[in-house]
């Protein structure tokens, strides 16, 4: 597992990192997620021990990456953003150099190779010319390149930045799958990165860690202050009665579910919505319309994204840690 704390990283007046703390479990993917320049690569390249901290402390299965840099070596898997691989050496023999460097012993690097690749799903590849690859088979070689030391934990530096949209799948069925194995930190500033790949996400905004959680609990950091309600019977009529309540602000129809409709109420912005859904529900009722579901609207990770990354000044102390109970509380009763 990784744990840093009170991590802090100034570049002369720039201090790109500011007293973060956090911890990745073993078999976890958590999304490091900011916008660009708010720390991320910083914060990644001294967790793989290629840059020092000004201030503060990570240890990589309890190993101090300061004080033990070897050893905490090896225990890393790191993949950078731009994989810096040699186009005119093949697969295979790049993976058997890596791993000599990574100090693999000579008896176990051809089945750690072998191992690696089979990982990454790049066997059929060994012989090609790195040069001769595509950018989503140069990705996993940079993979297999984290990989081919067996370390407890992977480092992944925007995974999929520059793939196209089925090599963005591909790779992100891999991470999944090594992660069955590893810790996993990922970076990246792609919401749908973090909702198709991981457990849990940290947000970071200008160096600072603004929140982390599960993402259900992110997600309850903004309210989408709108309810959904799927009544059977005469939709036109349910549309009526809502735009007919409180503080509303629209009604969309959704969709039809065989002789249902799903509508969403959207309250007014100084509204609160579990009062207004209770009148709402109530009018349903006394209207003789059949009520089957009610529940919130669940807010995007987009929106909450641009909650805390807003260009705003900030409070002194903004870190939010969000607890998944949260999430249950922002279930509205029908
Ligand atoms: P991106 O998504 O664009 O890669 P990032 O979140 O990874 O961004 P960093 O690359 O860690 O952000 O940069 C954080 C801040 O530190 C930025 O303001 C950047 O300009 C600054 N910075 C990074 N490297 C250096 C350096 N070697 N010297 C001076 N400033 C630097």
């Known amino acids: 597992m990784i744990e840093v704390k009170h991590l802090t990283k100034s570049y002369g007046s720039v201090q790109a990192v500011h007293d973060v703390s956090f911890t990745v479990g073993d078999k976890e993917v958590v999304g490091f997620l900011g916008p660009n320049g708010a720390g991320k690569t910083t914060t990644l390249r001294i967790i793989a021990g290629f840059l020092g901290a000004t201030r503060g402390r990570v240890t990589v299965d309890g190993i101090d990456t300061v004080r033990d840099p070897v050893r905490a070596r090896y225990r890393i898997g790191y993949m950078p953003e731009n994989v810096p691989l040699y186009p005119e050496m093949r697969v295979g023999e790049y993976l058997q150099f890596r791993a000599e460097l990574k100090g693999v012993p000579r008896a176990r690097r051809k089945q750690a190779v072998e191992r690696a690749m089979d990982d990454v799903r790049i066997h059929d590849h060994a012989q090609v010319l ?3 690859l595509s950018k989503g088979y140069r990705q996993r070689v940079g993979l297999a390149d984290a990989l081919v030391a067996r370390p407890s934990v992977l480092v992944l530096d925007e995974p999929t930045a520059g793939l196209d949209p089925n090599q963005i799948r591909e790779v992100r069925e891999l991470i999944r799958t090594v992660a069955e194995q590893h810790a996993v930190l990922l970076s990246t500033h792609i919401m749908s990165e973090v909702e198709a790949t991981c457990d849990r996400a ?6 600072r860690l ?20 799927v009544v059977r019977g005469d939709g036109a009529r349910a549309v009526e009665v809502l735009k007919n309540t409180g503080e509303i602000h629209d009604v969309r129809d959704v969709r039809r579910i065989a002789d249902a409709v799903v509508l969403e ?11 207004e859904t209770e009148q709402a529900v109530h009018r349903l009722v006394a209207a003789d319309l059949k009520l089957q579901e009610v529940s919130p609207v669940k807010t995007s990770l987009e929106d909450v994204f641009a909650l805390l990354t807003e260009e705003e000044p900030r409070e002194s102390d903004p ?15 029908p």
């Open 130 to 132: 790195i040069g001769n």
């Open 319 to 333: 870190s939010v840690e969000v607890e998944d109970s949260a999430a249950s509380r922002e279930e509205v009763e």
């Open 202 to 207: 940290l947000v970071i905004d200008r160096g």
């Open 210 to 229: 603004v929140a982390q959680g599960t993402l259900d609990a992110l997600r309850t950091l903004r309210r989408s202050g709108a309810t959904r309600f």
């Open 265 to 275: 109420a959207r309250w007014a912005a100084m509204a609160d919505p579990t009062r």
